[in-house]
């Protein structure tokens, strides 16, 4: 098209775009405009490796003085080889694209001006649309662009606009994701891959097509080298390289569910973090967050697998739905409280709702340390024999509550160690009603559990709907001998300055109980593991790893939980449908929720650390386990235990009179 043509018609559509009504005029400013783009936020794990981004698109921007040269001539290379001679519009490449498309070929002539006017406009300029009108109009606003704007800036604004994928934009977060590297740290080879993406992200993605990258890369090179950015030898070097790309995007490894609880955390306290530019280093452990997140796939799919399964399944539910066996697990380190994994279901992009934190589920069995812990508390030793026996209780209007065991049987009277160790639910009823339900649910109160408990029997196996996080936490009283500790998600963020504009502390809560208490509780769930409904715990993890745990059935097999504790961890696991019904018959915490928890620790350095040590102050006393009485000469040795006692709680024959003590003399 001759020049003064193009002028003239140029000049008509300026007109025509001039006329437009107000009301139809963009509000990202004038078309010629580089407007700021959308940034995000980074997230990172506790050993700072990348976990994830926050924002409406993930997008470092970049100086472009701050890459190599070799990275935006790649693209000038493909894209706009021109780009340092037009004025923003290529009249020879014009003339050469319709020459093409005269003899049948194909070939876009748009610079990279007007790619970024495109790309910064879309409400003004749709790329998509390929009437002349959108061409001239694209083409005004780009030579209208380069009268504002030096070649730099447009580059600049070019390279930290464009589109590479996955809701990736910009060479930044392009190199973080594909190459695992910021975009300054790029090699020539891989800044031609970057430079072959944006021409058709899904065909050239490097992640899952090397050998289509690798050849478009490769032309891209020889590209180069005819304008005069890298020798042959350069590019030849660059094209024997394999076309690389770290796994997971990028990402150590997948927490969507975490970073959406940080997001949620940090824009409470005032922070834009959505608006970008923010660095954010939390608690997350990136191995462990991937043990438990395969532990749990791995757990359910199991759980799917096994004879007279009926539900729908994950591998043949309808797309869309959600309504097939969920889960969620989290992990919380007891010394600090910090959230070192969380799973909040099987699949984030079908169902981003997160079961840990804003689901509200009965916790059956897994709720009774709480109550044993009050009844040390009252001075009832782990050795008191409790009737394991049918009851009935008046609660309202008449109604009879009569509490049942999974099995269906009652095994008389046993001890608190035994009732415990074997989930004896009558037992625990019996203590809620004899130590008040009232100063249970106050107990639970100082443990951190917020969510509301019903003063009624039944909420001493776990009737009253809870919040799984909060629940976990309140286990972190036992290893950390009485005291809780709130759950910690974010440790720091810092703006793009490096300042820091928040900041997250270990909070402690008032001990709950007593050290004394809280071991012999430890200990109590430690049999629990070792010997009683959790022993699936140990067909991964070994017994000279101390465990402590309590596993949960709800009625009807609804809901099924193991949470379990380590010198070093707290981690708990829940299954069952998101709309509650039965998981199978014979479902149960021990059977399906408590081999994923093995898996998690097994597959993780946690629960290395030595034996608990009891704290001092306790009695102790070798106990026969049938009778709970003094073991005697008689007693076999499979039935002699450790038993440990609070100050005037133990057997009455190791009792010492005080008054008596003064009769025998002076101590030597």
Partial sequence: MPVRLTFIVLLAARLVAAQQPAATRPSTGEVWQIIPLPQSSLVYARDGSLIGEIGRQWRSSVPVRSLPRYL???????????????????????????????LGGRRGASTITQQLVGNLHPDLIDRTDPSPMRKLREQMAAREMERHYNKEQILEGYLNAIAFGHGWFGVEAAARHYFGKSAQHVTLAEAASLAAIPKGPAIYDPAKYPDRNRNRRDAILDLMVTQGFASRAQADAAKAQPVTTVSNGGIASSAPWFVDVVRTQVERAGIPVSQGGYKIT????????????VALIEGTAAVEARPGYRNPTYANHPKGSTDYLQGMVVAIDPATGDVRALVGGRNYAEGPFNRAVNGVRQPGSSFKPIVYARAIMDSIPANAIVPDTSLEIPVDRGVLYRPRNADGEFLGDITLREAITRSRNPVAVQLWQRLTGDSV???????????????????????????????????????????????????RVDDSSGRAVFSQGVRVLPPAMSPEVAFIVRDLMRDVVDRGTATAVRRYVPYSTPVAGKTGTTDDNTDVWFIGATTDLVAGVWLGFDRPRPIMAGAAGGTLAAPIFGQMLARSAYGRGAAWAPPGGLVTAELDRASGKLAESSTPTERRYLEYFLPGTEPGALRVDARRLFGWGPIP
Wanted: no cysteine.
């Fill in 72 to 102: 935006p001539q790649a693209f000038i290379a493909v894209e706009d080889h021109r780009f340092y001679q037009h004025d923003g519009v290529d009249l020879v490449g014009i003339a050469g694209a319709v020459k093409d498309n005269l």
């Fill in 441 to 491: 649910i106050a107990l639970a109160r100082r443990m951190g559990i917020r969510s509301y408990i019903a003063p009624w029997p039944s909420s001493a196996i776990g009737a009253s709907a809870l919040q799984p996080l909060d629940l976990v936490a309140a286990f972190t009283v036992f290893p950390n001998l009485g005291a809780a500790v709130e759950p910690r998600f974010v440790i």
């Fill in 282 to 293: 939390t608690s997350l452990d990136p191995a462990l967050q991937q043990a438990a997140m």
